[in-house]
T-cell receptor
Framework: IAGITQAPTSQILAAGRRMTLRCTQDMRHNAMYWYRQDLGLGLRLIHYSNTAGTTGKGEVPDGYSVSRANTDDFPLTLASAVPSQTSVYFC??????????????FGPGTRLTVL | DAKTTQPNSMESNEEEPVHLPCNHSTISGTDYIHWYRQLPSQGPEYVIHGLTSNVNNRMASLAIAEDRKSSTLILHRATLRDAAVYYCILRSWTGNQFYFGTGTSLTVIP
């Protein structure tokens, strides 16, 4: 079982370019999440999806879009990258969106640098 | 979800017990206390969670104060592989998001 995979592992991107970060899980989890992690700021939620076909905005959604066409995949798109989007991006999933006991599983992360 | 407060950093000697504190004075009666940790260059991973009673698993123990306004993650014998950032998070029945703060960075000294 692979769990959650993310691609690419790292990327250097010119400002203004479009970029899609890929996330795939094989655990049949309904809920998926995208976080960014910046030094000194911890993990911040960008977008989430409670189930296939639905998405929602987190704390820092501006400049990012997501889609959830099926259960397994949850891509994150930067339509026109800016240097402030330089960060480490983590994808995560849970079996269900709600409830206080379910645990969240994280992917290995994508390190993105926007120049 | 209510917020938590943790020290920014802590140090421990290898093979010594480590007590990582977390304050959550605004916790509600139905909030669960979760702990995650993030090893260097990896995504966070689940450690343990509890509601009222102390909890033990193969990774750690969770001690919850009687008034539930604070909790302590206990690593019984710290190893170098335990060096990580530890996050204390509250989870409610109504919220569907995890709010990670900046956590506690644990350094284990050989």
């Amino acid at each position: 079982i692979a769990g959650i995979t993310q691609a690419p592992t790292s990327q250097i991107l010119a400002a203004g370019r479009r970029m899609t970060l890929r996330c795939t899980q094989d655990m049949r989890h309904n809920a998926m999440y995208w976080y960014r992690q910046d030094l000194g700021l911890g993990l911040r939620l960008i977008h989430y999806s409670n189930t296939a076909g639905t998405t929602g905005k987190g704390e820092v959604p501006d400049g990012y879009s997501v889609s959830r066409a099926n259960t397994d995949d949850f891509p994150l798109t930067l339509a026109s990258a800016v240097p402030s989007q330089t960060s480490v991006y983590f994808c995560a999933s849970r079996l269900e969106a709600g409830g206080p006991t379910d645990t969240q599983y994280f992917g290995p992360g994508t390190r993105l640098t926007v120049l | 979800d209510a917020k938590t407060t943790q020290p920014n950093s802590m140090e421990s000697n290898e093979e010594e017990p480590v007590h990582l504190p977390c304050n959550h004075s605004t916790i509600s009666g139905t909030d669960y206390i979760h702990w995650y940790r993030q090893l260097p260059s990896q995504g966070p991973e689940y450690v343990i969670h509890g509601l009222t009673s102390n909890v033990n698993n193969r990774m750690a123990s969770l001690a919850i104060a009687e008034d539930r306004k604070s909790s302590t993650l206990i690593l019984h014998r710290a190893t170098l592989r335990d060096a990580a950032v530890y996050y204390c998070i509250l989870r409610s029945w109504t919220g569907n998001q995890f709010y990670f703060g900046t956590g506690t960075s644990l350094t284990v000294i050989p």
